[in-house]
């Protein structure tokens, strides 16, 4: 089942995918009420808790960024502020050159999981969704990489548009992931490349640190990122999960 | 988790932000290896990490010391707890954003290089004592004129100054809000001192700030 969190008529609703009667695409809420998918404001599908990430967990991103093999996987928190619902909008701030998307499986954990073997990793899965995980690379140092200002940048990292049910994605090993700007293909991979695999990332991570309910894990993104500019429309889709959309903005709009 | 939150309507929201290297003794410590790789210079914006909630204990519960590993870094630090919703904040009004103050132990695995290190050195569960309770920013004349101090059963073992911050409370609070909004219930730990005090596995940790009280923890061995 797919689920995600909307804002309409004054109040929060999970919403499931209907198809209107004229033909589009729509949301029906639990009480039934139904409203066209651009009518309503699509909060991230989960109030995530802790959120985890990934760096360089595509051999071939990895590659394409001069990095040599890990001992570990690569990997850093973020706070619930760089969360966006799919159809947000992201402010890339004037002046910087390079600004990336980076679409990505985003693993929400169902329940506690402590010293998990990766045989077992899955059964702790709620469901996943797609992320799209902003970076803006002027801003790297190398301290603490990859710093805040970089990724943790407020409503850079969308997430959505539907937390997918786990008993839905048989196996997350085996996705494809594309990511379209303004419609054209700049970004394909498959989760097949990940170095570290959801049931691993799993087995690592509550390996020194209890995961809960609510715990969201981004498990990187393949070769393929490219800048994008003021009035980009950014897709992002993973088989099965279905297609985040999110617009670059500019500073006006927050009064920059 | 229990840390009395005792400026309603605030509660903690479970976040906990850090800066590192903001304590003028642990920026003074890392000496020329700051301008040489892999750092290559200074930061320019503040050095940020998280500790998520696995890691959020109170004031006389236990820390656990990882199988394995001799001693634990005791991160004494100043925590400021959010408490209203903070973005672009100017220096000169940012602590109205401020519900209060509490204490932060930020607990690590001894680790050198600040360029990209393991989350496995911080982020473990229970690492990050808080409390005793918040104490409202109307109570502290100053955040930037407090004595820390450490002591490991009974013994002094640090002593540190928030006067020797190198992004004093309310330029951190500035510069932070400047590209990531901080929420009712967020706490920001200004930076430790260093070097860290070390603990063991069957010690106690009293951190004191003043007029925030103390921050009381036991180490324990955790099984294999």
């Given at each position: 089942m797919k689920t995600a969190r909307v804002a309409c008529t004054g109040a929060i609703h999970a919403a499931q995918p209907q198809q209107l009667p004229d033909g589009r695409a729509g949301v029906l809420l639990t009480d039934g009420r139904t409203f066209a998918e651009d009518a309503v404001v699509w909060l991230p599908p989960v109030e995530a808790r802790t959120i985890i990430a990934l760096g360089l967990n595509y051999a071939e991103r990895a590659k394409e960024l001069a990095f040599s093999a890990q001992d570990e996987p690569l990997v850093f928190l973020k706070g619930p502020g760089t969360l966006l619902g799919h159809r947000g909008v992201t402010r890339r701030p004037a002046g910087v050159k390079f600004m990336h998307y980076e679409c990505e499986l985003a693993v929400v954990i169902g329940q506690t999981a402590r010293g998990v073997t990766r045989t077992a990793a899955l059964e702790h899965v709620a469901g996943y969704c797609i992320a799209n995980d902003y970076a803006?690379?002027?801003?790297?140092?190398?301290?603490?990489?990859?710093n805040f200002r970089v990724?943790?940048?407020?409503?850079?990292t969308v997430l959505g548009p539907w937390l997918v049910d786990a008993s839905d994605i048989p196996d997350p090993g085996n996705l494809e992931l594309r990511t379209y700007v303004n419609g054209k293909l700049t970004q394909q991979g498959n989760?097949?490349?990940?170095?570290?695999d959801v049931p691993r990332l799993i087995e690592y991570l509550s390996s020194f640190m209890t995961l809960s309910a609510g715990d969201v894990i981004l498990t990187g993104t393949p070769e393929g990122v490219t800048n994008v500019e003021i009035g980009d429309e950014v897709a992002c889709e993973i088989a099965g999960l279905g297609r985040l959309y999110n617009t670059i903005v500019g500073d006006s709009l927050y009064g920059r | 988790m229990r840390v009395a939150m005792d400026v309603p309507p605030y509660q903690l929201s479970g976040v906990v932000y850090g800066a590192l290297l903001n304590h003028q003794t642990a920026w003074l410590r890392l000496g020329d290896s700051?301008?040489?790789?892999?750092?290559?210079?200074?930061?320019?914006?503040p050095v940020l990490y998280m500790k998520p909630r696995n890691t959020l204990i109170g004031c006389g519960e236990a820390v656990p010391v990882p199988y394995g590993t001799a001693e634990l870094e005791v991160g004494a630090c100043l925590g400021l707890v959010v408490g209203r919703s903070a973005c672009r904040l100017r220096e000169e009004s940012a602590l109205e954003y401020l519900a209060g103050y509490l204490i932060v132990n930020d607990v690590s695995i001894p680790h050198q290089p600040y360029y990209r290190p393991s989350i496995r050195f911080k982020a473990r569960d229970g690492f990050c004592p808080i409390g005793p309770r918040v104490v409202p920013?109307?109570?502290?004349?100053?955040?930037?004129d407090l004595n820390i101090r450490v002591l490991i059963d009974g013994e002094l073992k640090q002593q540190a100054l928030?006067?020797?911050?190198?992004?004093?409370v309310r330029r951190l609070l500035a510069d932070v809000t400047e590209f990531m909004t901080l929420a009712p219930g967020d706490i920001l730990a200004v930076g430790v001192a260093a070097p860290a005090p070390l603990v063991r596995a069957g010690q106690r940790v009293c951190i004191e700030i003043e007029g925030l009280g103390r921050l009381e923890n036991h180490f324990v061995q955790a099984a294999a």
């Open positions: 803006i690379r002027d801003y790297l140092e190398n301290w603490y990489r990859p990724k943790n940048r407020d409503g850079a989760t097949r490349g990940m170095i570290a | 700051v301008d040489q790789p892999p750092y290559n210079g200074a930061p320019r914006a920013r109307t109570a502290v004349a100053d955040p930037d928030t006067s020797q911050l190198l992004r004093p």
